[in-house]
């Protein structure tokens, strides 16, 4: 396993124990030759690449990293102008280099290693002989993962002045693959993770954001899969773009039935200036193969993004169970209704409690003080210290909201600095929120929200930061760059944010921060680099909730997905549910509560001390287990999933009905991911109820149900595996089947 190379024919075998990638030099040009289940290697392997005429030309060659304009018409990885103005360059193959582990991307997130046994990586060198351009292709292979990090490096050699104007992070041609389907996730504000399949059908299947910011609408995630891949067989190849900003996927289909899938930072409205001796870095693009489904393709990804994408201190601990003032209160709150909350929370198990908007400046209302970092005396008059010092005594740790990249135009920041946002000189400035969006490719701007975070950090025992940005990017210039730069400034606004979570994160790394933007609008692997977990969407209705953590659990891992207990009737959608099935969905993320506890009835009280119990006991397994969808929300009036050990010992499995349905059919639930050989108990985490089956009746027959004929029922059931002999003894003495509500 490893990089095995060819010399002659120039052939390059990228191989993990369960997985093979092969590119080869023709004609100078590196092609891709294969992706898919671990090929043996054997000498030689160059008869692998038939499908490919040898007089066909670039326009049916299977590039690795494509250009346009001399012989290729498909879309290109790259496009670079010259200082005569032309944008013809011809990369050809100059070297190649082997590197134990991993490299890092200087300024950008990435996925890593923590030894170099975990991984090899290949650097291939292209040139262009006429302008100097140089580009090095990244391919970093896991040795026990089915992963490929792709990037690339894009350099000027020459002695004239280069502009990128289109730079891509990868591209795969699958020759001959006609019959590929595009899935990818969209959605919007308060409806993200919706999962979206279609055909790739000749010509080009797109998804892209041109907001600044990676968004509600589309993920940078996408999955191309064969027509017969469900969650647990087919093939399925993911690619996910390590990138906050404006992205761009694409996968093109050609008349000779050969589809190029590329993906980076979008080329709409981008350029980047290369000096001699300058470099540019394109994010990473991560891709993941699976031969057996989208299930086996999630958990890969969860794996990998939970152990060697997320640092620090909470990587591997057990996340805290949280309580949030805002849907509480509001703007409206002083010390003491503060403390109230957080009395009743620490009543029931809660162990953390987070103060949201409204605390700074003169924050009433959504249109004022953003950038004022300094608090608020009026609500607190005795300062955050005090406020967090109460809460601590009662045994929760204390939180607290950021909105760090905004200014508010009503705020003493923006009186003071009004060249501090992104804005075109005589041009209107938008606001979103009564909000306009700080400049972060200043480093002056960096500089201040540092020093009033840390400010607040070392004053305050600040134990958790909810990070949250909630408006696109709108004239999207810079006063701080010339006019042949300024069509950098969104790339440069993430690099300067990246800048500035690395050092505070660094700087503070006994705080657990989480990512917001507005819910889901930033939920990407770049901001996972800094933030182990996203507030998955402000929509905290627990029908609506089913479909967006499935959908989001496509791609991100459970223990990055943000899910709350809200108040009735939902503040979203208005719907009423009960509290056992808001808990549920709830419990099946990183759980909390996001209402006022003050406000709760004895017997509602009860029922949150019995699922914070209930989650301090599984929430090992539902962070840090492996995720199998069951029933797609999507797709059913019905919708489950489970959580399995790694040495599939120990499971909890949740189910739901939205409606209640006449007449029901006898029901069984058909569970995953367990071993057939192995005896479970099984006890119903609602009845307390408990059978003995067998994996494989399990996987096989499934678990018996017994319906209840009520909408927004719910149940979740605890397995663990019995090895000796009594397993079979203990079946006489417990139900065949479990109840649920």
Known sequence: MGIIVQEQPGLFHLQSSGMSYIIQI???????????????????????????PATAGLDRLPQEYPQYGSGDFR????????????RITELKYDGYRIIKGKPSLPGLPAVYTENEAEADTLELELKDAFSGLKVVLLYTVFADRNVIARSARLSNAGGQNLRLLRALSASVDFAGKSDLEFMYLSGAWAREGNITRKPILQGETRIDSKRGMSSHQLNPFTALVTQETTESQGEAFGFSLVYSGGFEAGAELDSFGSTRFSIGVNSFDFSWLLNPGESFQTPEAVMVYSGQGLGEMSRT??????????????????????????EATYFDFNADKLVSIAKEGAELGIELFVLDDGWFGKRDSDNSSLGDWYEDRRKLPDGLADVAKRINQLGLKFGLWFEPEMISPDSELYRKHPDWCLHVPGRRRSEARWQLVLDYTRKEVRDYIYDSLAAIFSSAPVSYVKWDMNRCLTEIGSADLPPERQSETAHRYVLGLYELLERVTTEFPHILFESCSSGGGRFDPGMLYYMPQVWTSDNTDAVERLK????????????????HVSAVP????????????????????NFGYELDLTKFTDEEKETVKRQVTAYKQIRGLVQKGDLYRLKSPFEH????????SEDQE??????????????????????????????????????????????DRLMKLGLPLVYRQKDYESGWFRLRAIRSSKAYGLKDQYNSTIGER
């Not at 967006?548 to 899910?563: C, D, F, N, R, W």
């Not at 009036?637 to 399995?644: G, I, L, P, T």
């Open 548 to 563: 967006i953590q499935y959908g989001t659990s496509l791609v991100y891992p459970v223990s990055a997905i943000g899910a």
């Open 637 to 644: 009036n019905e919708s489950a999933w489970m959580f399995v």
């Open 26 to 52: 023709v004609d100078g040009f590196p092609v891709h030759v294969y992706w898919g289940d671990r090929l043996r290697h054997r000498e030689p392997m160059a008869d692998l690449l038939l499908h490919t």
């Open 570 to 589: 939902n503040h979203q959608v208005g719907r009423i549910t009960p509290l056992d099935f808001r808990g549920d969905v709830a419990m099946s993320g």
């Open 301 to 326: 990804y969860h794996r990998l993004y939970r152990t060697r994408l997320c640092r620090g201190t909470y990587r591997d601990e057990e996340r805290p169970i949280l309580v949030n003032n805002w």
């Open 650 to 695: 120990d499971a909890v499995v949740y189910y739901f009905q939205v409606m209640a349905v006449p007449n029901a059919p006898w029901r069984a639930l058909r569970l995953d991911g367990l071993n057939p050989e192995l005896e479970y108990e099984v006890q119903s985490g609602n009845s307390g109820e408990k059978s003995i089956h067998g994996g």
């Open 75 to 86: 879309t290109p990885a790259y496009q670079v102008e010259l200082e005569d103005g032309t």
